[in-house]
């Protein structure tokens, strides 16, 4: 049964049946063989472990009210989550902290490259958890004294989502410590700025951690399906944060969640959604559905072509568009 919190209006149900498909009869095998014809962009090169990744893998699933999961070949290849942690996080530590984190991460989009060492003029705040600055912050709000404690949280959060216990790629966690010297830099910056309560290592940690996090394109889907229920997740039945909180983050992801590609995707998907530059993706059509689709190759702003490509297809077969109205 749909969550309570989040029934879809009548429009909305109607404009499911566009095309004669619903997510539980759409053909993703054909859309995965559309989309590995997409030869364009490239691999991520940051560090190592995302370089070394495969062009030619391309994973969709869908997870739909009744947790039933739909998926084509790999989508079980796993892979580092990347800033497509970043809602969850956020989600977590809005649940941990509530107006806190309102007070102290905005929510308004840059204009920015994600990892931009820029905070708000005015206010000393990261702009939104979607960029970089954001996300330390943030993963320094969630409940815990000490860094191994936020972890923890964050561990035991990242897998009610997914509905089943999540893994850290350990190369990929030292990679992204090692290698983060912009994020360094965004940490003293916060701290300078007195927006950055923890020392800066200990965000370094905490967020670094969280990126590394293993997932599939099956296991993003059923973490877009928890908020797309309205913060319950569709297979275990527990209510991870509440209707509340998933409004913020679904707000914020739609607006922030694509990097500087996100009104692009709001016009032509228009579904919350945020990315990553391993490939994965994850998107929430509320009271419908979650998304996950994993490609490496990336667009000039950090998002994977075929995962772009792929929404935009399913989006206008199924008519998701939050705000499509009168369409038959």
């Not at 990242?158 to 010297?181: I, N, P, Q, W, Y």
């Not at 965004?186 to 293993?214: F, N, Q």
Request: with cysteine.
């Amino acid at each position: 049964m749909i969550s309570p919190h989040l029934h879809p209006p009548r429009a909305r149900t109607v404009a499911l049946i566009h095309g004669g498909w619903t997510p539980d009869t759409y053909d993703l095998d054909a859309l995965r063989t559309d989309m590995l014809a997409v030869r364009d962009g490239e691999v991520d090169d940051s560090i190592p472990e995302l370089e070394a990744a495969d062009p030619d893998v391309c994973g969709i699933a869908v997870v739909d009210h009744d947790g039933a999961l739909r998926s084509t070949a790999d989508a079980d290849v796993e892979f580092s989550v990347q800033s497509a942690v970043k809602p969850f996080v956020y989600a977590l530590a809005l649940a941990d902290m509530g107006e806190e984190v309102l007070d102290r991460v905005g929510t308004e989009p840059t204009g920015e490259p994600f990892d931009a060492v820029v905070l708000e003029s005015s206010t000393g705040r990261p702009a939104n958890p979607m960029v970089n600055a954001g996300a330390l912050l943030t993963a320094s709000l969630v409940d815990g004294a000490a860094p191994d404690a936020r972890i923890e949280r964050i561990m035991a959060g990242l897998s009610a989502f997914a509905g089943k216990e999540l893994t850290v790629d350990e190369a990929v966690s030292h990679s992204e410590r090692m290698l983060g010297d912009r994020n360094r830099a965004l940490g003293h910056l916060m701290r300078s700025a007195g927006t950055l309560h923890v020392p800066v290592e200990d965000a370094i940690t905490v967020y670094a951690r969280a990126c590394s996090v293993l997932v599939s394109a099956e296991t993003l889907a059923l973490m877009g399906a928890t908020l797309a229920f309205g913060g319950r997740n569709p297979v275990t039945g527990e209510q991870v944060v509440s209707a509340e909180v998933v409004t913020t983050v679904l707000s914020v992801m739609v607006t922030c969640g694509m990097y500087d590609g996100s009104g692009r995707w709001l016009r032509r998907v228009g579904l919350p959604a945020k990315s990553g530059v391993a490939g994965g993706l994850v998107a929430a059509a509320p009271g419908v559905a979650g998304i996950g689709v994993y490609s490496p190759p990336l667009d000039p702003v950090g998002n994977s072509v075929r995962g772009v490509l792929a929404c935009e297809r399913f989006s206008d077969d199924l008519g998701l568009h939050v705000f499509a109205v009168g369409r038959d």
